[in-house]
Structure formats: structure tokens, C-alpha cells
């Protein structure tokens, strides 16, 4: 069973929720695939000196997702920038590639989950749902008020996702 998790992060904050979904993922005894969207265009010039550090080792370290990542996935958790938009350069590939595989039919089955830094996940969850997955909500965590509330909540939907993703595997 595999979990792609496909994100953008420029600063690492995105990284951050993408890494505490797989480990969700891992927990449930799943495997991962971990990609990074990547980068079009310049972006911001007004990021501080440790966020372009970590933007280099980013585009180091990560390959973008490719047709036979999202084809061999069982899941899809997309995690986004709270200013997540589908019209942005780096989605705008990605997307494209999620519609024409939605089109001919090869996503039919497949499980997905969108993951967001904050609670606008309106914009990625429709995506998401008009590309006809299988849709995992978000799962219930209780608050711990400590700032780490999103990296728990990235936590245990990835765990829920690749628990849906065997369920209906085993099918």
C-alpha cells in the first residue's frame, strides 16, 4: 500500500505538515513517496536568508511528482501553503496532470486528502473532490493550544488516509 504526498512549501513550514503526514502514513503501516512541487518563476525576493537556505536544500532534495507516482499511488494527500491557490504556476502542472488522468478514468478508486496550515481548505478540498477521489476528511484531533495543532492534525489524517487506502484495498 503507497501514499504519495505531493506539496509546495518555499519556507518549510508546508514541508513541515507534509513530513508529520507521512509519518501519519508510515504509522499506519503504509509506504511513502515524498514529492515537492517545483518551483516556476522567481517567487518572492523579500524571503529571509533562512527560508532561501531552505528553499536550496528543498529543491535539493525533493523531485516533483510525476504520472507514475500519482498512477502507483493507493492514496494522494496534497498538502498546501495557506495561500494555496489552483491557478498558481506551481499547481497549475500538477493539476493539469490530476485532470487528464480524472479524464481517461485512471484515478477511478483512488483515495485523496488535502492538507492546509490553516482552516481554508475550501479552495484544495473542492479540487480534490471534483477529481473524483475518495475523499478523507480531516480527523478529529483535540487541541493542545501549543501551536503544534496543524502538525498533529497533518499527523493523524495521514494516518486516516492510508487506514481508508487499505480498507478499501482489501476490498
Same mark, same amino acid.
Given at each position: 500500500? *503507497?501514499? /504519495?504526498?505531493?506539496?509546495? &512549501?518555499? %519556507?518549510?513550514?508546508? *514541508?513541515?505538515?507534509? #513530513?508529520? +503526514? #507521512?509519518?501519519?502514513?508510515? @504509522?499506519?503501516? +503504509? ?16 524571503? &529571509?536568508?533562512? %527560508? ?6 528543498? @529543491? ?19 498538502? +498546501?501553503?495557506?495561500?494555496? &491557490? !489552483?491557478? &498558481? ?9 490530476? *485532470?487528464?488522468?480524472? !479524464?481517461?478514468?485512471?484515478? *477511478?478508486?483512488?483515495? #485523496?486528502?488535502?492538507? @492546509? !496550515? ?24 483535540? +487541541? ?23 480498507? /478499501?484495498?482489501? @476490498?
Amino acid at each position: 500500500m *503507497e501514499v /504519495l504526498i505531493t506539496f509546495y &512549501s518555499r %519556507c518549510g513550514t508546508t *514541508e513541515k505538515l507534509a #513530513a508529520a +503526514a #507521512a509519518v501519519g502514513a508510515v @504509522q499506519a503501516r +503504509a509506504q511513502i513517496r515524498f514529492r515537492r512541487l517545483a518551483d516556476i518563476g522567481d517567487g518572492p525576493s523579500a524571503e &529571509s536568508e533562512d %527560508c532561501r537556505k531552505v528553499l536550496a536544500r528543498m @529543491q535539493k532534495e525533493y523531485v516533483p511528482p510525476k504520472e507514475a507516482d500519482v498512477l502507483r499511488a493507493d492514496a494522494i494527500i496534497f498538502v +498546501a501553503p495557506p495561500d494555496f &491557490s !489552483s491557478v &498558481s504556476p506551481e499547481w497549475t502542472e500538477h493539476l493539469d496532470l490530476i *485532470e487528464e488522468l480524472r !479524464s481517461t478514468g485512471k484515478l *477511478e478508486g483512488k483515495v #485523496a486528502a488535502a492538507i @492546509q !496550515s490553516d482552516a481554508g481548505l475550501d479552495a484544495l478540498a473542492t479540487m480534490i473532490l471534483r477529481a473524483g477521489f475518495i475523499v478523507v476528511p480531516p480527523a478529529i484531533v483535540q +487541541a493542545t493550544g501549543n501551536g503544534g495543532d496543524s502538525t498533529a492534525r497533518a499527523l493523524a489524517h495521514g494516518r486516516k488516509v492510508a487506514e481508508v487506502a487499505k480498507a /478499501l484495498k482489501r @476490498q
